[in-house]
């Protein structure tokens, strides 16, 4: 009995919460271990089926760099980075959109639907979702979001479905744009005038010692997020985490959270 009333009030403490966020978005942009470890990757897929069925809208972002890395490598092609940015070329970008949208999208769509909730598979290449503007002429088809189309976004998650957006984009010259995943999600959080932004990452979070676990910050006005970038406290593939947060507080968003992906419903957990 004790442990039956110990989950009745779990659920009577989560109340307040499900109240004040029913009817919101929640954009989570789906990344590291998550993706790539079989339990926490069906755990992070229950805690989305589990926010759709109690009134919250999520709309999923991911990217899939290793996957991409790892097909490369198989075909004998090589992967250049300039700082940080895939030089992609146009047999560079085939490869990214095979395995972005046609891979790693139907595989989370596929989960979804497995776990009792409904999905779609999108990239910015449908229905106009993303335009793609030229990042910079060599790193070839590399872009940055120039539009979102949200009212497609908006009508699927009426419908009750849960979109799950690859971060590919659609050009001016009518080619696809590969476009980081991070910043797709902040720019997607603020044109869904999303209530959070939820940064799925490998690291238990920020740090204001770098390397330093003792440091770990809870929260972090955006002032002090510049400075630590500044400082070089904040670098690597962080950076575009949390200046895709940055934008989206900035853009009108009500709050972001970059979370370990490696606990199992570390999404619930900061929620609620």
Not at 184 to 198: D, F, H, N
């Amino acid at each position: 009995m004790d442990g039956l009333i110990q989950k009745a009030n779990v659920l009577i403490e989560a109340l307040p919460y499900i109240r004040k966020f029913f009817g919101r978005t929640f954009v989570v942009k789906y990344g590291g271990n998550a993706m790539t470890d079989p339990e926490l990757k069906r755990s992070v897929i229950l805690d989305l089926v589990l926010l759709k069925f109690i009134g919250i809208n999520p709309v999923i972002v991911h990217g899939g760099g290793p996957e991409i890395n790892g097909l490369l490598k198989r075909l004998g092609m090589e992967a250049t980075f300039v700082n940080g940015l895939r030089v992609t070329d146009a047999p560079t970008m085939e490869v990214v959109q095979m395995v972005l949208i046609g891979k790693v999208n139907k595989e989370l769509v596929s989960l979804i639907d497995q776990s009792g909730g409904r999905a779609v598979g999108l990239s910015g290449l449908d229905g106009h979702l993303i335009e793609a503007l030229p990042l910079d002429p060599g790193l070839g088809y590399v872009g940055r979001v120039g539009r979102i189309n949200a009212q497609l976004l908006h009508l699927l998650s009426r419908e009750g479905y849960i979109p799950v957006v690859s971060s590919v984009g659609l050009g001016p010259d009518g080619h696809a744009y590969n476009i980081n995943a991070d910043t797709v999600a902040g720019e997607l959080a603020v044109a869904l005038e999303a209530e959070k932004l939820i940064m799925l990452t490998d690291v238990e979070g920020i740090f204001a010692r770098r390397g330093d676990p003792a440091s770990l910050i809870s929260s972090l006005p955006v002032a002090r997020a510049r400075a630590l970038i500044a400082a070089g406290e904040i670098d690597g593939g962080m950076i575009p985490k949390v200046e895709a947060c940055i934008r989206a507080v900035e853009g009108g968003v009500g709050r972001t959270h970059i979370i370990d992906g490696r606990l199992l419903h570390s999404m619930l957990l900061e929620i609620f």
